[in-house]
């Protein structure tokens, strides 16, 4: 499985930014696909998932303001993330899988990841 994280970036809190996830190597539309973030001295956490059937989940920290999506025809996984605060800071991956391996980070490789910084 290939992946490509793009779209972070420098945005002020209470900003808005997304990020795309293309996925190659894999029949797309049969894997979930989750993202992740890890924090500077943090372990890497599970953001958000979606399921090959559009089931999707997130993490505590961000309901109500991420929002998951995925387009089958364009192999890609959007972030949409919305009042971004200062403690969403990190780097963020995407990768793609099982649900089950999804869901609990247990996954194999893992793409370089995008930087998304959130200033005060």
């Known amino acids: 499985v290939q992946l490509q994280a793009s779209g972070g970036g420098l945005v002020q809190a209470g900003g808005s930014r997304t990020l795309s996830c293309a996925v190659s190597?894999?029949?797309?539309?049969?894997?979930?696909v989750g993202w992740y973030r890890q924090a500077p001295g943090k372990q890497r956490e599970l953001v958000a998932y979606i399921g090959s059937s559009g089931y999707t989940n997130y993490a505590d920290s961000v309901k109500g303001r991420f929002t998951i999506s995925r387009d089958n025809a364009k192999n890609t996984v959007l972030l949409q993330m919305n009042s971004l605060k200062p403690e969403d800071t990190a780097v963020y991956y995407c990768n793609a899988g099982p649900l089950n391996r999804v869901a609990a980070a247990s996954l194999d490789s893992w793409g370089q990841g995008t930087q998304v910084t959130v200033s005060s």
């Open positions: 190597g894999t029949i797309f539309s049969l894997n979930s």
